[in-house]
């Protein structure tokens, strides 16, 4: 199965921003729907945004954000890196946890509504902690 691994997190004060990256190796990731999720403690782990693959883009749109990510949260390919990005802006407290990117074949990233359970292939993890 294809591996991704998270990177990016760290220490960061309020109101800063953060860019966490999603990569892989042997493989194209357009091939791919991406799909990042944050587990907060305490909270359930929630969908934040995904990102289709290319190949299933005729069918409906790219990019989708879960609403509690709207506003804040940018998500981008870079094929020529082979990355995903996940920008989070104005970054609070209460965004700490651990934020994982999630890859899948198939076509799941298709709406807001952004699953756990859809997507087979999981990092690691990184953690980010917003404290002043």
């Known amino acids: 199965q294809l591996q991704v691994v998270e990177s990016g997190g760290g220490l960061v004060q309020p109101g800063r921003s953060l860019r966490l990256s999603c990569g892989a190796s042997?493989?194209?990731?357009?091939?791919?729907?991406i799909g990042w999720f944050r587990q907060i403690p305490g909270k359930e782990r929630e969908g934040l945004s995904c990102?289709?693959?290319?190949?299933?883009?005729?069918?409906?749109?790219?990019?989708y954000y879960a609403d509690a990510a709207q506003g804040r949260f940018t998500i981008s390919r870079d094929n020529a890196k082979n990355t995903v990005t996940l920008e989070v802006d104005s970054l609070k407290p209460e965004d700490t946890g651990v934020y994982f990117c999630?890859?899948?074949?198939?076509?799941?990233?298709?709406?807001?509504?952004?699953?756990?359970?859809?997507?087979?292939?999981w990092g690691q993890g990184t953690q980010v902690t917003v404290s002043s």
């Open positions: 999630a890859a899948d074949g198939g076509d799941v990233c298709y709406s807001k509504d952004i699953y756990e359970w859809e997507y087979d292939n």
């Open positions: 042997g493989v194209t990731l357009d091939d791919y729907s």
């Open positions: 990102i289709s693959s290319s190949r299933f883009t005729y069918a409906h749109g790219t990019i």
